[in-house]
């Protein structure tokens, strides 16, 4: 009886887990068209200072647009081109997007804000991801302090030792590390003591309910007070609400990122939102307009 039960789940999961191979499959080749076809597109998404509301950088998020309108989300599609080995040829994209982006910026006027490029686990983990990061920086010709590296806890933790000296390479180039989803992988912190990192990105499912969970309080201050001892930037991902702004102003957070002050935008409106100068952080009393 118990066997046929767990003979049905198989079956169950077989025929679940084909079609999500296939589906991945497919996705796979569509991937390899979009980078051949240079479907992709970069879009910017501000990060704000906590005490000021200055924009003081951006973080680079890949688009892929569909015919019919929509966009597949890097979530599912990041995933999938490390799967299928095609993370190498959109991570180089995305990394050379984002320097070329920092050229023009500097060309209108706006030198001083750097831009943050993802880096998945994989390409982390490549033996030339810093010489890739270093060529981009050189072929435009950017300060190399004005790119910023997003990692995960993943990507730095599986081989610590490794990790420790790309870390090195990296800071060596002159730019800047922050560890991304903080909280939401498994973290030493004997090594996110040794490593060479900037800033901690608090993970966007710590800042939901903030204001309203105590466990997702304790846990933000708890990373706002780690980051602070060891000396890092900390950043909140994923702030939508006046009162999560009002939380994380009131207990020392240095720099928020999220919807409620912009999503993701073209690279046109995020140069947009540079000339219209600093958002409005309001800590207290309704919210009407977080545009001075
Ligand atoms: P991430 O680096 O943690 O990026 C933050 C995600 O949160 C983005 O999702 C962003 O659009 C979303 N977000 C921003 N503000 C809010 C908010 O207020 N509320 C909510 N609910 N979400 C918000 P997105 O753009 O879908 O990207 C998902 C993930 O895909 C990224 O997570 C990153 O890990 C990866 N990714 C994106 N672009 C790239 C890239 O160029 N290269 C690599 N390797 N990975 C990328
Ligand atoms: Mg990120
Ligand atoms: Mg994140
Ligand atoms: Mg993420």
New binding site residues.
Partial sequence: HAKRDGGAHYCFFTAQMQEVASQRLALGSALHRAIRDGEFVMHY?PKVHAASGAIIGF????RWPQADGASI???LF?PIAEETGR?DP??AW?IGQVAAELQRWTTLGFADVPIA????AL?FRREDVARCLGAAVDAAQIRPAMLEV?L?ESGVMSNPAQAIETLHQIHALGMTIAI??FGTGYSSLAYLKRFPIDKLKID?SFVRDIATDPSDAAIVLAIIGLAHVLDLTVIA????TQEQVAFLVAHGCDEL????FS??VSNDDAVGLLRRGPFCIETSGEHHDNRT
């Fill in positions: 998404q973080e680079a998020l890949i989300s890097p979530s990041i993370i959109i991570g995305a490029v993802n880096v998945s390409q997003e995960t991304d989803d966007a991902e994923g702030v939508e990122q999220g919807n409620y999503a993701a």
